[in-house]
């Protein structure tokens, strides 16, 4: 079981920025998935990754990937409060799911 969560490399985002995006995106795609992969994904470690994608369209392009394997995914839009503007989309969360599908959609990904 894995999850992967895809940050934006184009926005410049700070360090804590970036690390409240990612985890907001693993909570949100935690929630989305069902009881049985929750405990399993829980019960194996809660492995994470963290990848790299050049913009908004590789996001939702990954995101449409994932809907159609059936994994859980959430796509963050950030609030505006701080670095960026309200509804700009900034982190893809894919999974949990189990690991060969994940990689599916994300494998070619490189690490952030």
Known sequence: ????????????MGQGKLAAQVA????????????????????????KVVVKVAGESALFE????ARVEGLPNAIIRDAGHTQLDSGTATT???GPGEESLVDKVTGDLSLF
Do not use: P
Not at 1 to 12: C, N, P, S
Not at 31 to 44: L, V
Not at 62 to 65: D, G, Q, R, Y
């Open 1 to 12: 079981m894995k999850q992967v969560i895809a940050a934006r490399t184009d926005l410049g």
């Open 24 to 47: 907001h995106a693993s909570l949100s795609a935690y929630e989305d998935a069902d009881r049985r992969t929750q405990k399993a994904w829980k019960g194996d470690g809660q492995k």
């Open 62 to 65: 990954l995101a449409e990937k």
């Open 92 to 94: 893809l969360a894919v």
